[in-house]
């Protein structure tokens, strides 16, 4: 989770001419609607309504999870929630928002999990993609550190970064904090992860607090210190570690962790893993494409397989 910047210089420009993402030689679209990270109950109603009716569930389920790109006027419902958790935990504005991303709005991709139940956004995780305005963690990170982009590249083995992932944002709203947190953090994390090996994306990045770096290193998630960056303070917070993870490592890296996990912790994280490896009650609930071989092999397996044969070494 990128904790925002509150005092960015960056201008967005003008609602019509945000270049998008998908690699800064790519082809150019803009966004054709007005971004709003503060919706009206009449707002929320509609956008909600009609994401339902355009993409219909195939399930039963309450929960189910979507994927939308930040040039769908539906992507709103993902930038509400985002500033109304902000808001909260860090008092970033309407202003606040427009400020950081601004320049990476065509270049994100929403997952927006969707409560069927009460037609409610309850979660949302941004990704943001290389675009000609580069990546948000890594500009930051640079600004506050002084590492450039081919640093970065050269310390990770990375060619291009139109294989890599800015993990922007994750949010849920405090009212699903305690009941459904935890399927909902597992169907976001899952659902953008085989998204990613879907597209293709060879690593994730992202500046993270203290406490979820500490999560992420409790579940497992093979994020490592960017180029070996130390943590640094960053608007309000004493302690922001930049990170990198290989996308191929993620599942091996978790099913590991649980393996050697003490068992006070082991019942967490295998209900974590059961989910994020496995896919257990969470496939079903992506209402997009995502990673699968032929044969019926997927990401999962393929991982799976690969963290026993290295058990067995």
């Given amino acids: 989770m990128t904790l925002l910047k509150t005092n960015s210089p960056v201008v967005p420009p003008p609602p019509h001419t945000q270049p998008s993402g998908g690699g800064a030689g790519g082809e ?16 929320l ?30 992507s709103n419902l993902g930038r509400h929630i985002e500033r109304q958790v902000f808001l909260e935990r860090f008092g970033n504005t309407d202003a606040d928002m427009r400020r950081v991303y601004g320049d990476y709005e065509a270049a994100s991709d929403f997952f927006i999990a969707m409560d069927r139940s009460i037609c409610r956004p309850v979660g949302t995780m941004r990704n943001i993609k290389n675009s000609s305005a580069g990546l948000l963690a890594l500009r930051d990170t640079g600004t506050y550190t002084g590492i450039t982009v081919e640093q970065f ?30 399927h909902i953090v ?16 060879t690593h994730y990045i992202a500046m993270v607090d203290k406490l979820l770096y500490r999560t992420f290193k409790m579940i497992g998630f093979a ?24 996308t191929e490592d993620f599942f ?7 393996r050697s996990a003490d068992e006070r912790l082991k019942p967490i ?18 209402m997009y494409d995502y990673a699968v071989w032929s044969g019926g092999s997927t990401p ?8 026993v044969a290295q058990a067995r070494l």
């Fill in 186 to 201: 597992a169907m976001l994390y899952r659902g953008a992860h085989v998204r990613g090996c879907y597209e293709g994306m």
């Fill in 45 to 74: 109603d509609a956008l909600s309504a009609r994401l339902l009716s355009e993409q219909p569930p195939k399930v039963r389920d309450a929960l189910v999870l979507y994927r939308l790109e930040g040039t769908d006027e539906l």
């Fill in 252 to 258: 091996p890296t978790v099913e590991a962790k649980l």
């Fill in 153 to 182: 590249k050269q310390a990770h083995n990375i060619k291009s970064l139109d294989t890599v992932w800015d993990i922007g944002t994750l949010a849920i709203p405090e009212q699903y904090r305690d009941r459904d947190e935890h």
């Fill in 223 to 246: 994020f490592h210190p960017m180029a070996g960056l130390k943590p640094f303070s960053y608007e309000g917070s004493d302690s922001i570690q930049p990170v990198c993870g290989v």
């Fill in 269 to 286: 994280l295998q209900y974590f893993a059961k989910r994020f490896i496995h896919g257990h009650d969470v496939d079903h609930r992506l």
């Fill in 300 to 307: 999962v397996k393929k991982a799976c397989s690969r963290a």
């Fill in 28 to 43: 150019l679209n803009t966004v054709k609607f007005e971004v709003k990270y503060t919706l009206s109950e009449t707002e």
